[in-house]
């Protein structure tokens, strides 16, 4: 079956250091991969979009890479901050569709 | 400029009432999504709108949902008589074409007593 696996645990660190998100997947094929962070109460925001081509995209702090071969996205945020708390979600998208199928997300804490 | 807005925020519906919900997308956004939140999972797409055209609607749970964008801008999601497993945060996205970014509304959260 299809599925697309996030950690369900949160994710608890120190302010400043380097927070790893994981997104796998399997029996996908996507051409795009996005990360959208999630604020209690609010929608999903786009944060980078990667696709299969792509090794690795970088945007300030963030950075994403993506391995075809391992089925596998990690989403690192650098120096992180106490306002990186939220929740992130991976997206895939096929090649010959539009819709977004997302994973169910890993909460992010960073303590101060 | 404006983001995308959906009205009401928050809806309670007695079990058996229809409901309707609004999604005002970014101006000049041809793409129109609606997906459907559970607590603590991700969206779950429901429909796709290509200007006024429903292109794909395979998400839709059941023929008790219905959606809509006749002029290619507002779009409103209908699900008639409300069940209590209809309750969720229902989420519209717009985006400049099918294969951009999304850009979210801080969705309409459904609660079916």
């Known amino acids: 079956s299809q599925k697309i696996e996030q950690n369900s645990e949160a994710l608890n660190i120190q302010e400043g250091k380097t927070a790893t998100l994981t997104c796998n997947y399997t029996?996908?094929?996507?051409?795009?991969l996005q990360w959208y962070r999630q604020d209690p109460g609010r929608g999903p925001v786009f944060l980078l979009l990667i696709r299969e081509n792509e090794k690795e995209k970088r945007k300030e702090r963030l950075k994403v890479t993506f391995d075809t071969t391992l089925k596998q996205s990690l989403f690192h945020i650098t120096a992180s901050q106490p306002a990186d708390s939220a929740t992130y979600l991976c997206?895939?998208?096929?090649?010959?569709?539009?819709?977004?199928?997302f994973g169910s997300g890993t909460r992010l804490l960073v303590r101060p | 400029g404006a983001g995308v807005s959906q009205s009401p925020r928050y809806k309670v519906a007695k079990r058996g009432q229809d409901v309707a919900l609004r999604c005002d997308p970014i101006s000049g956004h041809v793409s129109l999504f609606w997906y459907q939140q559970a607590l603590g999972q991700g969206p779950e797409f429901l429909t796709y709108?290509?200007?006024?055209?429903?292109?794909?609607k395979s998400g839709l749970p059941s023929d008790r949902f219905f959606a809509e964008r006749p002029e290619g801008s507002v779009s409103t999601l209908k699900i008639q008589r409300t069940q209590q497993e209809d309750s969720a945060v229902y989420l519209c996205?717009?985006?400049?074409?099918?294969?951009?970014?999304?850009?979210f509304g801080p969705g309409t959260r459904l609660t079916v007593l």
């Open positions: 997206a895939l998208m096929m090649d010959s569709s539009y819709k977004l199928i």
């Open positions: 029996n996908y094929s996507p051409a795009y």
């Open positions: 709108f290509q200007n006024e055209a429903q292109l794909d």
């Open positions: 996205a717009s985006s400049l074409a099918r294969y951009n970014e999304q850009f």
